[in-house]
């Protein structure tokens, strides 16, 4: 039923872009805060940037703000990150996930965890290269 494809993932040299898709069906994709996780060999798994509904809000974490921009087209049912200046420290499988349906107020930076997910992309790997 709930279905999220990743896509744009691939091989690019130290401060080089790539922008990530996400398109998701079989679920009211308008209704969920979404986001972009990310996945080190060896390291846990961290929210990156999730989004209110709208998208009007975003939440980053510190070592990609000013890089990254996350954006989504509910019109699409579709989540986008765009990622700037690419580091050797971003290499990692990036998932999308829909994180939850707000039922209440919310602190989006604190909901932004894997821990929150309700569900999960397959993930798309991104390989920055020094």
């Known amino acids: 039923q709930v279905r999220m494809v990743e896509s744009g993932g691939g091989s690019v040299q130290v401060g080089g872009s790539l922008k990530l898709s996400c398109t998701a069906s079989g679920l009211p994709f308008e209704s969920y805060v979404m986001g972009w996780f990310r996945q080190a060999p060896g390291k846990e798994r961290e929210g990156v940037s999730c989004l209110t509904q709208s998208g009007i809000s975003q939440s980053y974490i510190d070592s990609v703000k000013g890089r990254f921009t996350a954006s989504r087209d509910n019109a699409k049912n579709t989540l986008y990150l765009q990622m700037d200046s690419l580091q050797s420290e971003d290499t990692a499988m990036y998932y999308c996930?829909?994180?939850?349906?707000?039922?209440?107020?919310?602190?989006?930076?604190?909901?932004?965890?894997?821990?929150?997910?309700?569900?999960w992309g397959q993930g798309t790997q991104v390989t920055v290269s020094s």
């Open positions: 996930a829909a994180v939850f349906i707000p039922r209440g107020p919310y602190v989006l930076s604190s909901v932004c965890s894997p821990s929150q997910v309700k569900y």
